[in-house]
């Protein structure tokens, strides 16, 4: 049977139709989309409203355009996310890489605190990962990441982690990071930070602590970040 729109508004009615496609992997990441007259004439719709919904599924950097080509599903390539979501930085702006190095990864029941926060139920099982990240060789951050076990199957079996967890959900598994929701405070570093990242123990920290969504507002991942200060800074440019 054909997916059209019903009697709920046409906006509204295609953007969630062309959303639940790509969650269902109708289109892969990199894949190019019908026209937007194709489109149109399939949904049952002007194709005012197709490009309307395109235009913001772009916003939303789920589809990006090129010029001459079409509308494609954006790809969460390392470069691409460590660009979009990667927000340490040294003062004045100079966007930094981090190299990740030791790791560790587990399967284990969800504690309550991460229940809450992504939603799961009581019986839930959570995939842990920790992990050191270096910037300029030195130890810079440390990561506690949290993804329910379900959506991700048979990660914790693999060598090793690329550098930017996202790329690997949307390749592996169909999960398209769309938002991140982060709340950024200042702590003193503790004994395990003193190990961990090389610091007095006492001295500022910053602590990320972020929630990443997929389509739909999709609860994914919950990541806090510990982050040593000096030299560092959290930067974000507003438009």
Known sequence: MTETPGYRPLYRQVYDILVNRVVQGAWRPGES??????????LGVSQGTVRKVLDALTAEKLLERRQGKGTY?????????????????????ARL????TSEAVKVRAARAAERAKL????????????????????????????????????IEKRAAMPNTLYSLYQTDYGINIVATHEEV???????ADQRILSVAVGSPILVIDRLA???????????????????????????
């Open 33 to 42: 989309l019908p026209s937007e007259q194709s489109l149109a004439k399939e």
């Open 73 to 93: 599903i954006a790809e969460h390539t390392q470069e691409r996310a460590l660009f979009r979501f990667f927000k340490i930085s040294r003062p004045g702006g």
């Open 97 to 100: 890489k981090p190299e990740r």
């Open 119 to 154: 939603d799961l139920d009581r019986d839930a099982r959570v995939v842990e990962i920790t992990r050191t990240r270096l910037i300029d060789g030195q130890p810079a951050l440390h990561e506690s990441i949290v993804v329910p076990a379900h959506i991700v199957p048979g």
């Open 185 to 191: 405070h200042a702590e003193l570093a503790s004994a």
């Open 213 to 239: 969504l997929s389509l739909q507002e999709r609860k994914v991942e919950w990541r806090v970040s510990r982050v040593r200060s000096d030299g560092l800074v959290y930067a974000v440019t507003l438009t």
